[in-house]
T-cell receptor, first 114, second 110 residues
Framework: KAGVTQTPRYLIKTRGQQVTLSCSPI?????VSWYQQTPGQGLQFLFE???????NKGNFPGRFSGRQFSNSRSEMNVSTLELGDSALYLC?????????????FGPGTRLTVL | GQQVMQIPQYQHVQEGEDFTTYCNSS?????IQWYKQRPGGHPVFLIQ?????EVKKQKRLTFQFGEAKKNSSLHITATQTTDVGTYFC??????????FGAGTILRVKS
């Protein structure tokens, strides 16, 4: 069974630009969650999508948005990038809602904002 | 909002010594999950605890969920260099989302 894949793996952008990250969950998994990981802040929850609906949302500004497609693949978009958005963005898939099921993490997308 | 506090932030042990990381919540949790992230890797699920007072073991790892379901611990007996990494707990308040602790970084000296 293929694991969670994320593309691209590395990304360099400049302030003010926007970026779209992609996540393909494990086949059969309906939940996709997104996290931001930085050395000082640990793993911060962005949002969870389940069956194409946003089920939960973390405390991030509206510049961070996401969506899920009918095949469970998910995208995350960050508009008007700021230096502080530099981080590792991880997505995780689970067969059901994130809080009750084992989450399988992808390798992450390393975003650098210059 | 819901917060999950994890201590210590960092621990450096001699190979063969024991290690424990603690997770505390101000609110009652419905369940708690533990993950391990190796340096340069991504978090990997270790276990989920659901019942009050639950204790589960995986070889040298022992996981506990407190009686009040507000705290949890992970204990590693006789650490090995392969145990190096960051250990995260993640708790869920009833009807709410999963919240991760800040993690405990474990370093093992051989």
């Amino acid at each position: 069974k293929a694991g969670v894949t994320q593309t691209p793996r590395y990304l360099i952008k400049t302030r003010g630009q926007q970026v779209t990250l992609s996540c393909s969950p494990i086949s059969g998994h309906r939940s996709v969650s997104w996290y931001q990981q930085t050395p000082g802040q640990g793993l911060q929850f962005l949002f969870e999508y389940f069956s194409e609906t946003q089920r939960n949302k973390g405390n991030f500004p509206g510049r961070f948005s996401g969506r899920q497609f009918s095949n469970s693949r998910s995208e995350m978009n960050v508009s008007t990038l700021e230096l502080g958005d530099s981080a590792l963005y991880l997505c995780a898939s689970s067969i059901g809602p994130q809080e009750y099921n084992e989450q399988f993490f992808g390798p992450g997308t390393r975003l650098t904002v210059l | 909002g819901q917060q999950v506090m994890q201590i210590p932030q960092y621990q450096h042990v001699q190979e063969g010594e024991d290690f424990t990381t603690y997770c505390n919540s101000s609110t009652t949790l419905s369940n708690i999950q533990w993950y391990k992230q190796r340096p340069g890797g991504h978090p990997v699920f270790l276990i989920q605890l659901v019942k009050s007072g639950e204790v589960k073991k995986q070889k040298r790892l022992t996981f506990q969920f407190g009686e009040a379901k507000k705290n949890s611990s992970l204990h590693i007996t006789a650490t090995q260099t392969t145990d190096v990494g960051t250990y995260f707990c993640a708790g869920t308040e009833y009807g709410n989302k999963l919240v991760f602790g800040a993690g405990t970084i474990l370093r093992v000296k051989s």
